[in-house]
């Protein structure tokens, strides 16, 4: 093979004209993911949404949590922050209103958000704070060895649940709805277009965004539960899911590797937490008060 290139060239380590290496920090990598993870691909979407988002990249902050989704903070080439487990929304709520103008992204587990976490992310849903919130959702606690999360469906077993989970799992998307989210979405890391259109359309979404991405853990949920490697698992998306866009999100739960629905389920208009501070404070005390954030 020829090199048509210095081969200590920052291009051909990294591949020619990646568009999502500018929004990564190289020097952080080789990530710390396993072969056939899904966070990497979700990743990659966020990547493309930034880059087609046409953003400031001054302007936006992502704040994660602990597990392996967790780590994403540390690898992108943003204002980022990695929190305490659980609690990436109350950091990012403190962040957005230090600083109205940033557009800030949670990025975090399905255990971290909505185990430990689940208290924040029902009252930041609520109050309409304006974040995005990206919850892969790989239906186990994978950084800690694969113990039963709370979105584990009915039946694989797990470490903590090694005769089958019989614990009800959340249907997150309806869960999101319920609490006041105005925007909710859930697509596969077989849909990375998809994804990443959401992901922008999130960016530009002024409120409680929540976008689900399935996505293998083939390290823990997989092998345990004998579904094959990762790509097995995206096969798995490829074929069962459905497309239903406007679906009702009491309708889109998931069973243990059974049909998916995914598509864009809520888009909405409320106002957010900050403009109905804004609203109330300035009818209740008139000229004495100022408008915080714009
Ligand atoms: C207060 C506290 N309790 C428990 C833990 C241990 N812990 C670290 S990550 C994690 C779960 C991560 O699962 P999930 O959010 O689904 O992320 P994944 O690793 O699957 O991406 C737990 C329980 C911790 N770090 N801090
Ligand atoms: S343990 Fe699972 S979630 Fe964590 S990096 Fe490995 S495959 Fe991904």
Redesign the pocket.
């Known amino acids: 093979m020829t090199l048509l290139m210095d081969p200590s060239s920052e291009e051909l380590e990294y591949g020619m004209d990646n568009p999502v290496l500018p929004f990564l920090r190289k020097d952080r990598i080789p990530h710390?993911?396993?072969p056939?993870?899904g966070?990497g691909t979700s990743l990659n979407s966020f990547c493309r949404a930034l880059a087609d988002s046409g953003m400031d990249m001054d302007q936006i902050a992502i704040v994660s949590g602990i597990g392996?989704t967790g780590r994403t903070a540390g690898y992108l080439n943003l204002d980022s922050f990695h929190t305490t487990h659980g609690r990436a929304i109350p950091f990012a709520t403190g962040l957005k209103l230090a600083n109205p103008n940033l557009k800030v992204v949670v990025y975090s587990g399905d255990g971290d958000l909505t185990a430990i976490g689940g208290n924040h992310f029902m009252h930041a849903a609520r109050r309409n704070m304006d974040l995005m919130v990206v919850c892969v959702n790989?239906f186990t606690y994978?950084?800690t060895g694969g113990q039963v999360a709370p979105t584990t469906p009915l039946g694989p077993t797990q470490t903590t649940m090694p005769y089958g989970n019989f614990e009800n799992g959340f249907n997150l998307p309806f869960l999101a709805d319920a609490c006041g989210a105005v925007y909710v979405a859930r697509w596969t890391v077989y849909h990375v277009r998809q994804l990443a259109k959401a992901m922008k359309e999130g960016l530009q979404k002024k409120g409680f965004v929540f976008i689900e991405v399935m996505a293998p853990?083939?390290?823990?949920y997989s092998r345990r539960n004998r579904l094959g490697d990762g790509v097995d698992q995206v096969k798995y998306y490829k074929e069962r899911s459905q497309i239903k866009n406007g679906a009702e999100t009491k309708d889109v739960g998931l069973t243990f590797q059974g049909d998916i629905v995914v598509g864009k389920f809520v888009d909405r208009e409320r106002p957010t937490w900050l403009d109905s501070m804004n609203e109330h404070f300035g009818k209740v005390l008139g000229d004495k008060f100022q408008t915080y954030g714009g």
């Not at 853990?217 to 823990?220: A, M, Q, R």
């Open positions: 710390i993911w396993c056939g993870c966070i392996c790989n994978g950084m853990c083939p390290t823990l």
